[in-house]
Structures are given as C-alpha cells and as structure tokens.
C-alpha cells in the first residue's frame, strides 16, 4: 500500500450510487477477503469516495456500530476522517487528500463482518422511512451546513471518548447527516442537526 495516496475528486453535489444503507452495507461486505485485517482506504474504495456524503455516514456508521465504536481510538480516527474531508470541502477544493497513516490504519476483518450483520438488520427498517424530501436543504448550501456540523461534531469527539455513550451520540449524528446527503432527504438531516445539539447539550451538562 502506496504512503502517498492519490488525490480523491470532490462531487458534494452528485447524488452517489450508494442511496441507501442497505446498499452501502452491500459495498463493504464486497470488501476483498484475502486479508485478515480491512483498512480505511478499503473501505473508503469500496464506496463512493469522491462524494461527502457515504464518507459522513461511514464515519458515522463505524462510530456507532458494536465491536468497532468500542476499539479505544476510532470514534477520534473517523473524527480526524471527517474533519479533513470537511474542511476541504468547505476549502472549496475539487479533490481532497487524505494521509497515508490514516489510510492505513485498519480493523479486523472478523470484527467488520459482525458489525455488518448486526447493522444489516436495522437498515431495511432506516431505508424504508427514507426518501426525498426538502431536497434543498441536500444541495450546495446544505451540504455546505452539513461539512460545519461534522466538524463541530470532529472537534468533540476525542474527548468524547471519555463521557459514557455520548460518541455513540455524535456517531448517530453523523449517521443521520449522511443518510441526508446520500438520500436527498432533508428531514434525516433535520434531525441529525437536531441530535448535534442535543448531545452538545449532554456534553456540556457532563462537563459542568
């Protein structure tokens, strides 16, 4: 694996191939098996990595998601993902770079595989409630409000880390946020906002 990746095109606006949960779920079981261990640059090869939108709910998903959201670390690695693909975006950057350290860094394939079955029985639930709806908040300033929020969200994680369940908070956050974008749905945006501010809330209380 190359230390120096190749430049990733931005397209914040094209709606992705990966439309919904159950077919991003599909993608990264397709994930090559030859190895034990699947790194970030698989994962983000297996899906739509030009777009903000499956980088936001990947990011969100392996947050949230059992055996991997627990790993010591990872809630601040896909933090550290989002963070930099949001601030590019915002950047107005065409492509995007990512560090060759962060690309590599990996999980074990046994743990992706469970942590997929487990999340492969909610997301026919998610997808059925999904669909188009207040699509302008999904296109250039919306995806633009959304790259603000996942950094806000970035910037909180690491010591999130140490308050019990509020990473699974920002993780859900970020999951709903990119289902948005993925699915033009604005609502599912609404409320990934709406639970930012809520586990802020809960962060800050925790703090005081």
Not at 60 to 70: E, M, R, S
Not at 126 to 145: A, M
Not at 189 to 205: M, Y
């Amino acid at each position: 694996m190359s230390d120096a990746p190749a430049d990733r095109t931005l397209a914040p606006e094209n709606v992705p191939p990966t439309a919904s949960l159950t077919q991003l779920l599909a993608l990264l079981e397709r994930i090559e098996r030859r190895h034990p261990r699947v790194s970030v640059e698989d994962i983000l090869t297996a899906i739509d990595r030009r777009s903000f939108g499956p980088m936001l709910l990947v990011a969100g998903l392996i947050t949230l998601a059992p055996l991997i959201g627990d790993i010591p670390g990872m809630p601040t690695l896909m933090a550290l993902l989002v963070l930099l693909t949001a601030g590019q975006l915002l950047a107005g950057r065409r492509r995007f770079w990512l560090p060759g350290w962060l690309l590599r860094r990996s999980i074990s394939r046994d743990k992706l595989d469970k942590a997929l079955a487990y999340l492969k029985k909610p997301a026919g639930w998610v997808d059925r409630l999904l669909r188009v709806r207040l699509p302008w908040l999904t296109g250039y300033w919306g995806s633009r409000l959304t790259a603000l929020t996942g950094i806000a969200i970035a910037l909180a994680m690491p010591p999130m880390e140490f308050i019990p369940f509020s990473a699974n908070g920002a993780g859900l956050a970020l999951t709903l946020l990119g289902l948005g974008l993925v699915a033009r749905d604005g609502l599912a945006l609404l409320l990934g906002l709406g639970l930012t501010a809520a586990t802020f809330a809960v962060v800050g209380l925790s703090v005081l």
